[in-house]
Structures are given as structure tokens and as C-alpha cells.
Antibody, heavy 121, light 111 residues
């Protein structure tokens, strides 16, 4: 059974950056698109972006809202995925989830447990 | 403001049936598969329905999905108190750079 295990809660000051990790156990990230979704307190789900392996290359797709501030990466040797968000502001306080996209169809079949990022001065 | 529109809340008694709607457009629901996710309080979202009407293994057949045109519906029969959760629809959108879109979520209360 695939499990996605994310890094622990983070507290950052406005203007700084945060890097959240997501490790697959019981499975692999190899050749799977990995997406990142966030949820502000009491709010709904907001898609941030994805890293998409395509044959021998990698594509990236970021939500317009986060263009220039978010970087998604993977390290297949350690089965880790990362999401780095820079220029943090108080509105970025949220739970950040990684989600594996199914190879068979367009859905998010496995989710990490979430990482709370708090941005406060 | 979410791209997909869901009612903020629905409620029903145990044992009853409830439906949750998700309305979109031709660029998203109209031309793509819809998924539904269940988020129990304090937990991560969990896949409930994919490809409009398919259940992953382990999801009871009390949960069903359907799609017609630019709208999708999640139905839950035989409601249980354990079904109290937030439910989100999601799909892909061909017109936006944000190629994954979600509904705003619907809070289900089992009275």
C-alpha cells in the first residue's frame, strides 16, 4: 500500500521561503506526476502545481497564482518530492498536501498527511 | 471563488440519501473526468470517486457518482454518522493555466 509521508510543521517569517518534502513508501514516484495542493484554515482545496515525467524529460505546470514563487522537484534516488514556496506572506499560512496522480486516469489516488506552514512575524 | 460550484452544506438524517452537486463548464467538467474527495475532520482528502462514477477498491457502494454535461453529482445512500465530512469535486481544465480545479467543498452534516 502506497503511503506519502510529509515533513513536519514549519513556522516562517514573512518574506522567507519554505521547502516541504513528501516521501513515498510502499511505492515509488518514478514516472508518476506529483501534485501539490494547499488548504488555508477553514477554506477549500487550492491546486498549486505539478511535476510531470514525460518519457525522458520532465514537465512542470504551475498555477498562475504561484508562478515565480513555487518550485516543485523530485529526487527519484530517495523517492522524495519537494515543494518550495518563496516570498511568504501571511496568506500563505495553510496545510500543504502532496498528491500522487494516477498513471491510469486523471485523479489523485494517494495523498500525504499534510504539512502545516505558518507565516507569522 | 472556486471554478467549480458546490453547495456549501447539505444535511440529512442517518439512513437517508443525500446528493451533492458540482457545476462547471465545457472547459472543465464538460470535457474531462470528475473525481470526488472526502475529507474527514482533521485529515487529508481521500479519493472517493474517479472517472465520474468509478469507486476505488475499499469504497462502499453507498457512494456513487454521475456526470451529465457540465455538472456532476455525488450521491450517498444509507447515511452514517461517520460520513460527516467535507466533500470536494475536482477535474482538469483546458482553458486555464491552472490545469486542476476544485469545487469550494460541501460540508455534509448527518443529523
Amino acid at each position: 500500500q502506497v503511503q506519502l509521508v510529509q515533513s513536519g510543521a514549519e513556522v516562517r517569517k514573512p518574506g522567507s521561503s519554505v521547502k516541504v518534502s513528501c516521501q513515498a513508501s510502499g511505492g515509488t514516484f518514478r514516472n508518476y506526476p506529483i501534485n501539490w495542493v494547499r488548504q488555508a484554515p477553514g477554506q477549500g482545496l487550492e491546486w498549486m502545481g505539478a511535476i510531470i515525467p514525460v518519457f525522458d524529460t520532465t514537465n512542470y505546470n504551475y498555477a498562475q497564482k504561484f508562478q515565480g514563487r513555487v518550485t516543485i522537484s523530485t529526487d527519484e534516488s530517495t523517492n522524495m518530492a519537494y515543494m518550495e514556496l518563496s516570498g511568504l506572506r501571511s496568506e500563505d499560512t495553510a496545510i500543504y498536501y502532496c498528491a500522487r496522480e494516477s498513471k491510469v486516469t486523471t485523479t489523485f489516488d494517494y495523498w500525504g498527511q499534510g504539512t502545516l506552514v505558518t507565516v507569522s512575524s | 471563488q472556486s471554478v467549480l460550484t458546490q453547495p456549501p452544506s447539505v444535511s440529512a438524517a442517518p439512513g437517508q440519501k443525500v446528493t451533492i452537486s458540482c457545476s462547471g463548464s465545457s472547459s472543465n467538467i464538460g470535457n474531462n473526468y470528475v473525481s470526488w474527495y472526502q475529507q474527514l475532520p482533521g485529515t487529508a482528502p481521500k479519493l472517493l470517486i474517479y472517472d465520474n462514477d468509478q469507486r476505488p477498491s475499499g469504497i462502499p457502494d453507498r457512494f456513487s457518482g454521475s456526470k451529465s454535461g457540465t455538472s456532476a453529482t455525488l450521491a450517498i445512500t444509507g447515511l452514517q454518522t461517520g460520513d460527516e465530512a467535507d466533500y470536494y469535486c475536482g477535474t482538469w481544465d483546458g482553458s486555464l493555466s491552472d490545469y486542476v480545479v476544485f469545487g469550494g467543498g460541501t460540508k455534509l452534516t448527518v443529523l
